[in-house]
């Protein structure tokens, strides 16, 4: 006899760097919860899980604003958070935090598996700096014009208006988040991801897809197969 089948069901974690609202909940909880509820009522055994992102650099640009420090913001969003997606009986097994002991363990865990089968390089980058702030400017504290679109507030890790993936130096005229000066280049080391290593790998994975994923979710990540993968920065300079 087959054993009894089991299904993850895991939503986008929010940052928390300020409540969520109906767009969140629609867009990131609402099919998921669908889904698991369907599945749970069919017998399967369903895990939904999520939490809030308490890292990052929207947290640490909200806490400035706010002046309070980053972790006071992100417990008191987590709260506000969790309320939210309780009070709208969101169906989640488990709701929790990016700074649980469990996550930490788990990413760590991660991180080293990864590093011990070869898939993390050490790299140097180029990044932009704020000479006025005297700080590196990662992803979202920098702004500037998208390089596709023209889009004149697009952020240094995406363009909101075209969805396009961006690096702070893709930007045209770009600006400090906090200051609004012009940033310098400066050269900084970083743990990179290999992602290059595994275009294949997902090329041959996505091919039997098609049944049950949305067609524009397959042509997205064919689109950005085709485009060919590039390894990715997965650290921060210190914020
Ligand atoms: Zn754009
Ligand atoms: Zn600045």
Redesign the pocket.
């Known amino acids: 006899m087959e054993g009894k089948r089991k299904i993850l069901v895991t939503t986008a974690w929010p940052y928390g760097n300020g409540p969520i609202h109906l767009g969140h909940f629609t867009g990131m909880v609402l099919p998921a919860d669908i889904f698991a509820r369907y599945h749970r009522m069919k017998g399967t055994d369903v895990a939904m899980v999520s939490g809030t992102d308490m890292h990052g650099t929207p947290i640490a640009l909200k806490a400035e604003e706010e002046d309070v420090s980053p972790e006071k913001l992100s417990k008191k969003y987590h709260k506000i958070i969790k309320k939210s997606l309780e009070d709208m009986e969101a169906s989640y097994d488990l709701y929790t935090k990016t700074t649980t002991d469990n996550h930490k363990k788990t990413v760590q865990t991660f991180f080293n598996t990864i590093k011990q089968n070869g898939f993390i390089k050490n790299k140097t980058m180029e990044m932009l700096y704020?000479?006025?702030?005297e700080?590196f400017?990662p992803d979202r504290f920098v702004e500037g014009e998208c390089p596709y679109c023209g889009a004149e507030d697009a952020k240094g890790d995406q363009c909101d208006s075209c969805g396009r993936t961006l690096d702070p130096l893709d930007l045209i005229d770009p600006y400090?988040?906090?200051?609004?000066?012009t940033?310098e280049i400066r050269e900084s080391d970083h743990y990179f991801l290999k992602l290059s290593e595994f275009e294949d790998k997902l090329e041959d994975w996505i091919e039997d897809k098609s049944g049950n994923w949305k067609t524009n979710v397959i042509n997205f990540t064919k689109q950005w197969l085709d485009e060919g993968l590039e390894d990715r920065p997965i650290t921060r300079d210190g914020i």
């Open positions: 704020c000479e006025n702030d700080r400017l400090c988040s906090i200051c609004g000066e940033p």
